[in-house]
């Protein structure tokens, strides 16, 4: 039996299914209008025609204002009931509450076959997806078709859900970090790499990953409109200052050479920092239940803040303050977050981001990196200071992974006593990584303007984004693949390696995307 994925709202991560999602009569659009047939002579009030107002507080002001010139209960009819021949202007409502108010003879739901693949759902969403509902109105002497298109959650500010929700998976990852971490930033420069490359090759050839950002332009801080004043004009975004800001919003495929594929909807969530920095914040608090249904974390880890900065100059203020951040991080997480985790301890995969990438990469430094116990050889570094390695592609195997893992935690380790210690115990499934939203050159930058916007150049942005997609099970674990091939690798060893690479992408091909990717012998 075809079945649907939930219907996930990023704002509130409320799963929906057919019957709770909402449609909104305000936005519905008028298909056709043509006179009404007039009986040959009125007949008695039927049941259907008879509005009972069951659920008349859901949409009805005190004064009518909602409803659409509402008459007044005809006193002579037999019931004394007013006749259905007003009907609500706005309002959300299910379909079971459409049929209820206008009557299930007038309403047509119309569904969506999707094949949903089982490891990627819940049994208990079963039958085609409901995409829209049609509406025949009879007011005025018109008979009137409308349509419903939009689904919409009943949440804070009622959003409205995508319209590819409840086909694909739907994926929400929240990026948590103190102020000023630099989250915000990775969003944007997220977005632009992503507008600017529009695809990854992975492998093995053939293998196509499709990543489209999507930006609302009717949010108060549209992404897309951010990241065009920082890339063209140099505009740096201002601090997140809201909960419920606009997500990025990803469409995901991933296209095999055999024609095999998976799509998913995902979801950044950017919460502002000053709730991850004050232990008595009332907005932590308010969304701390919310915490177990993210489906991942990125965890943006500011190199001022650490306890062996080396950036610290003389007289530098609100160092000290900077400092702390690090500790208040922690504590709201251990006291506001913990608690509500199962088994207290984040188990969803997350990615520990050390951001601002480029302060490490000016060779001024390296006698620095020496005196704190970091060699230049260390790989994250010297692949920011050698051009050659800052510009080549992310391969995402298994040598890749763990050398950017081993090289971010080595930096770690030797800046800062509590951070890992700290991570260790309070995360069950993470990975390390370093990014530069602003590239691995000097950037000039004065008051709050990039001066030279051109010289913007993303660097490794993609990388946490696409290792949460494995661990998530979006795309196949490259990092459990080994391509690089030793000094010493004798033509069976190297047989044999491919054959261990392939059953792995074919393993997964098999679980996910309800088939054989069939990758071919590499001879």
Request: charged residues 25%.
């Given at each position: 039996?075809?079945?649907?994925?939930?219907?996930?709202?990023?704002?509130?991560?409320k799963?929906?299914?057919?019957?709770?999602?909402r449609?909104n009569?305000?936005?519905?659009?008028i298909?056709?209008?043509?006179?009404?047939?007039?009986?040959?002579?009125?007949?008695?009030?039927?049941?259907?025609?008879?509005?009972?107002?069951?659920t008349?507080?859901?949409?009805?002001?005190?004064d009518?204002?909602?409803?659409?010139?509402?008459t007044?209960?005809?006193?002579n009819?037999a019931?004394?009931?007013?006749?259905?021949?007003?009907?609500?202007?706005?309002?959300?409502?299910?379909?079971?509450?459409?049929?209820?108010i206008?009557?299930?003879?007038?309403?047509?739901?119309?569904?969506?076959?999707?094949?949903?693949?089982?490891?990627?759902?819940?049994?208990?969403?079963?039958?085609?997806?409901?995409t829209?509902?049609?509406?025949?109105?009879?007011?005025?002497g018109?008979?009137?078709?409308?349509?419903?298109?939009?689904?919409?959650?009943?949440?804070?500010g009622?959003?409205?859900?995508?319209?590819?929700?409840?086909g694909?998976?739907?994926?929400?990852?929240?990026?948590?970090?103190?102020?000023?971490?630099?989250?915000?930033m990775?969003?944007?420069?997220?977005?632009?790499?992503?507008?600017?490359?529009g695809?990854y090759?992975?492998?093995?050839?053939?293998?196509?990953?499709s990543?489209?950002?999507?930006?609302?332009?009717?949010?108060?801080?549209?992404?897309?409109?951010?990241e065009?004043?920082?890339?063209?004009?140099?505009?740096?975004?201002?601090?997140?200052?809201?909960d419920?800001?606009?997500?990025?919003v990803?469409?995901?495929?991933?296209?095999f050479?055999?024609?095999?594929?998976?799509?998913?909807?995902?979801?950044?969530?950017?919460?502002?920092?000053?709730?991850?920095?004050?232990?008595?914040?009332?907005?932590?608090?308010?969304?701390?239940?919310?915490f177990?249904?993210?489906?991942?974390?990125?965890?943006a880890?500011?190199?001022?803040?650490?306890?062996?900065?080396?950036?610290?100059?003389t007289g530098?203020?609100?160092?000290?303050e900077?400092?702390?951040?690090?500790?208040?991080l922690?504590?709201v997480?251990?006291?506001?977050?913990?608690?509500?985790?199962?088994?207290?301890?984040?188990?969803?995969?997350?990615?520990?981001?050390?951001?601002?990438?480029?302060?490490?990469?000016?060779?001024?430094?390296i006698?620095?990196?020496?005196?704190?116990?970091?060699?230049?050889?260390?790989?994250?570094i010297?692949?920011?200071?050698?051009?050659?390695?800052a510009?080549?592609?992310?391969?995402f195997?298994?040598?890749?992974?763990?050398?950017?893992?081993?090289?971010?935690?080595?930096?770690i380790?030797?800046?800062?006593?509590?951070?890992?210690?700290?991570i260790?115990?309070?995360?069950?499934?993470?990975f390390?990584?370093?990014i530069s939203?602003?590239?691995?050159?000097?950037?000039?930058?004065?008051?709050?303007?990039?001066?030279?916007?051109?010289?913007?150049?993303?660097w490794r942005?993609?990388d946490?984004?696409?290792?949460?997609?494995?661990?998530?099970n979006?795309?196949?674990?490259?990092?459990?693949?080994?391509?690089?091939?030793?000094?010493?690798e004798?033509?069976e060893?190297?047989k044999?390696r491919?054959?261990?690479?392939?059953?792995l992408?074919?393993?997964w091909g098999?679980k996910?995307?309800g088939?054989?990717?069939?990758?071919?012998?590499?001879?």
């Amino acid at each position: 039996m075809a079945a649907y994925y939930p219907i996930k709202c990023p704002y509130c991560l409320k799963s929906h299914s057919n019957a709770s999602v909402r449609f909104n009569l305000r936005t519905a659009s008028i298909k056709s209008v043509k006179d009404a047939k007039k009986p040959a002579e009125a007949p008695e009030a039927s049941a259907s025609e008879i509005y009972t107002p069951v659920t008349m507080s859901e949409f009805q002001e005190e004064d009518g204002s909602s409803w659409d010139s509402a008459t007044e209960p005809d006193a002579n009819s037999a019931s004394g009931a007013a006749k259905k021949e007003k009907f609500p202007a706005e309002g959300l409502f299910t379909l079971a509450e459409l049929e209820e108010i206008f009557g299930a003879e007038n309403v047509r739901a119309e569904y969506k076959t999707v094949n949903a693949l089982p490891a990627l759902t819940r049994s208990d969403y079963s039958g085609d997806l409901l995409t829209r509902v049609t509406l025949t109105v009879a007011e005025d002497g018109k008979e009137t078709v409308k349509m419903l298109t939009d689904r919409y959650c009943d949440c804070e500010g009622s959003p409205k859900l995508r319209e590819s929700a409840g086909g694909v998976p739907s994926y929400v990852l929240l990026i948590m970090g103190s102020s000023n971490a630099g989250k915000t930033m990775f969003l944007l420069s997220l977005f632009h790499t992503l507008r600017r490359d529009g695809g990854y090759p992975l492998p093995p050839g053939g293998t196509t990953l499709s990543l489209e950002a999507l930006s609302d332009r009717n949010a108060q801080f549209p992404i897309s409109a951010m990241e065009k004043e920082l890339f063209s004009k140099g505009t740096l975004p201002t601090s997140t200052n809201r909960d419920n800001n606009e997500p990025l919003v990803m469409d995901v495929v991933i296209k095999f050479k055999t024609g095999a594929r998976n799509n998913a909807l995902i979801y950044f969530r950017d919460m502002p920092g000053e709730h991850f920095t004050d232990t008595n914040s009332s907005s932590i608090k308010n969304i701390s239940d919310q915490f177990p249904l993210f489906d991942g974390f990125l965890l943006a880890l500011d190199p001022l803040t650490f306890e062996e900065s080396v950036f610290q100059t003389t007289g530098q203020s609100g160092n000290e303050e900077q400092r702390e951040y690090i500790n208040r991080l922690r504590e709201v997480i251990v006291d506001k977050v913990i608690p509500n985790m199962p088994g207290s301890v984040i188990s969803q995969p997350t990615a520990i981001i050390v951001t601002k990438g480029d302060m490490f990469f000016d060779k001024a430094n390296i006698p620095l990196w020496k005196s704190r116990g970091i060699p230049p050889s260390n790989p994250v570094i010297a692949s920011g200071l050698n051009s050659a390695l800052a510009n080549k592609q992310e391969s995402f195997d298994k040598a890749y992974f763990e050398e950017v893992n081993a090289g971010v935690l080595q930096i770690i380790k030797k800046l800062s006593n509590n951070i890992p210690n700290f991570i260790e115990t309070r995360f069950d499934n993470v990975f390390y990584t370093m990014i530069s939203a602003m590239g691995t050159r000097p950037i000039q930058i004065e008051d709050r303007t990039v001066l030279t916007p051109t010289a913007l150049s993303p660097w490794r942005v993609s990388d946490p984004m696409l290792r949460l997609f494995m661990l998530l099970n979006i795309i196949p674990r490259y990092d459990g693949t080994l391509v690089r091939a030793s000094a010493t690798e004798t033509p069976e060893e190297r047989k044999a390696r491919k054959f261990r690479n392939n059953k792995l992408l074919n393993d997964w091909g098999e679980k996910y995307c309800g088939g054989w990717i069939q990758i071919p012998p590499d001879n």
